[in-house]
């Protein structure tokens, strides 16, 4: 899921609305999602193949130097300053990620991150 928004608190309303929210996404939808599939989230597209994902986001008014990209196992976070104020992506994964491979390129307005899948790890057994 990606969500642009301004940087303000929310209310307890919002907040459990919002929790609710992801934790149906979880449960209920991202599990199931087929790979292979191509989907939108706001102003980002989201390629699945089996390896890897890869998200494009439009970002037409930020200066590279200034972006933030965070990966962590199961999420991308793209943070961006503009003139109207820092506005920030979140996209969870149905599929664990290793971010310590997240490899991002900016050109043109558009912020292409390259996200690996996490590999499984074979086990010797003696």
Excluded: C
């Excluded at 191509?38 to 699945?48: P, Q």
């Excluded at 890897?52 to 990209?69: Q, T």
């Excluded at 991150?113 to 086990?123: E, S």
Aim: glycine letters at 4%; zero cysteines; proline letters at 5%.
């Amino acid at each position: 899921m990606v969500a642009s928004r301004w940087h303000r608190a929310l209310t307890i309303e919002e907040e459990f609305n919002r929790t609710f929210n992801e934790l149906f996404e979880d449960l209920l939808i991202r599990r199931w999602r087929a790979p292979g599939e191509i989907r939108t989230f706001g102003n980002a597209l989201v390629l699945e193949d089996e390896d890897s994902y890869r998200v494009r986001l439009a970002l037409p008014e930020a200066e590279p130097a200034k972006l933030e990209v965070e990966a962590s196992e199961w999420r991308l976070t793209v943070r961006s300053p503009s003139a109207r104020g820092q506005t920030e992506s979140k996209l969870d994964f149905s599929h664990r990620i290793d971010p310590e491979r997240v490899t991002a390129h900016f050109e043109a307005g558009i912020l292409d991150v390259t996200v690996p899948k996490a590999r499984g790890r074979k086990i010797e057994v003696r």
